[in-house]
């Protein structure tokens, strides 16, 4: 079974402070995939980023970036000098397919993220 | 515009009033799933399909049914629905062979559901 793990429910900042949010992860397969989702309080969900399980190169997009270890089964995201636009729910989601290609969805509970201005 | 539709947007039923929410995606995706948002809960997955007539359950199918005979649309159809399946209700869809070969997924508005 797939699990997935963000400890921090709600975490505040103050503009400009950076902020990481934390993703742990539980699966079986060798090959599978995570992804980071924001979800502003318009409602709507938009695709951050993506990893494979064979890819731990960081990642830098801009003022998040994103550090994925296998050894730890993490794959944390960092806002660095955070602004009110940031203010979210973030959701990391873990997906697998086994060899009957079975693929199945898993998400964390969320990170709500609130940046004071 | 490549657009996930859901409706309705907002539903309040009663407790055993067959409903259906409806799905429709114009990217010509073949991976399509439901997922249900609950406070503390996350998103959960309901079904997801890989393509026409090919469906499969996630980790909260009790309740719900979904069909796909077209690869456009995808509805969510809830028999008897009952105050536990109060929700919010998020579908999408996803290029390629889905998720779990890396392709992300591109979600509808959602439908916010209560049933009394």
């Known amino acids: 079974a797939q699990k997935v793990t963000q400890a921090q429910t709600e975490i505040s900042v103050v503009e400009k402070e950076d902020v990481t949010l934390d993703c742990v992860y539980e699966t079986r397969d060798t090959t599978y995939y995570l992804f980071w989702y924001k979800q502003p309080p318009s409602g709507e969900l938009v695709f951050l980023i993506r990893r494979n399980s064979f890819d731990e190169q960081n990642e830098i997009s801009g003022r998040y970036s994103w550090n994925f270890q296998k050894s730890t089964s993490s794959f944390n995201f960092t806002i660095t000098a955070s602004q009110v636009v940031d203010s979210a729910v973030y959701f990391c989601?873990?997906?697998?397919?086994?060899?009957?290609?079975?693929?199945?969805?898993?998400f964390g509970t969320g990170t709500k993220l609130q940046v004071i201005p | 515009e490549a657009q996930v539709t859901q409706n309705p947007r907002y539903l309040i039923t009663v407790t055993g009033k067959k409903l259906t929410v409806t799905c429709s995606q114009n990217m010509n995706h073949e991976y399509m799933s439901w997922y249900r948002q609950d406070p503390g809960l996350g998103l959960r997955q309901i079904y997801y399909?890989?393509?026409?007539?090919?469906?499969d359950k996630g980790d909260v199918p009790e309740g719900y049914k979904v069909s796909r005979k077209e690869k456009r649309n995808f509805p969510l159809i809830l028999e008897s629905p009952s105050p536990n399946q109060t929700s919010l209700y998020f579908c999408?869809?996803?290029?390629?062979?889905?998720?779990?070969?890396?392709?992300?997924?591109?979600f509808g508005p959602g439908t916010r559901l209560t049933v009394t």
């Open positions: 989601a873990l997906t697998g397919t086994n060899s009957g290609g079975y693929q199945k969805v898993t």
């Open positions: 999408a869809s996803s290029n390629g062979g889905g998720p779990g070969w890396g392709y992300e997924q591109y």
């Open positions: 399909s890989m393509n026409v007539e090919v469906t």
